[in-house]
């Protein structure tokens, strides 16, 4: 059985997939204490952002985090990085891609945190510069 080490590691807490709470695991870059939250149902939680999406629930639990569009994708301030889990995230859409590419800071792992949709455990860092403080983006 040369392919079951795979197999076997899945089984491991997979079936006790449908009751388990997500978590979002947030980390700053700034160095502000750790914070995890865990929500249940899909939203919204907040008025902003997708429902259930990143900035939805971080919102909605009182996380602050930046959205100088009002979660309509048409900024790059909710921009985080996804350091755990982004099997856990809704697909990226082209829009969102596009819009990812002024992101200041931009990595393989980023997303915008308003369209970004959570359906399991994740870990996002906030990355500590928002296009906000970038002088002479306009």
Known sequence: GVRSSGASRATS????????????????ES???ERTIEFEGSGPFHHDGEPGSILD??????????HACGGKCACTTCHVI????????SPSTEK????????????????????AIVKG???IVIPKYTI?????SH
């Open 31 to 33: 160095g502000e204490p």
């Open 82 to 89: 996804v350091k755990e889990g982004e099997q856990n995230l």
């Open 57 to 66: 629930v971080l919102l909605g639990h009182g996380v602050h985090l930046e």
């Open 13 to 28: 807490g997979g079936m006790v997939h449908e009751d388990a709470v997500p978590k979002i695991r947030i980390i700053y």
């Open 132 to 136: 906000n403080q970038v002088s002479g």
């Open 121 to 123: 455990d994740i870990t």
């Open 96 to 115: 969102e891609e596009d819009e990812l590419d002024t992101a200041p800071g931009l990595t393989m792992h980023s997303r915008l945190g308003c369209q």
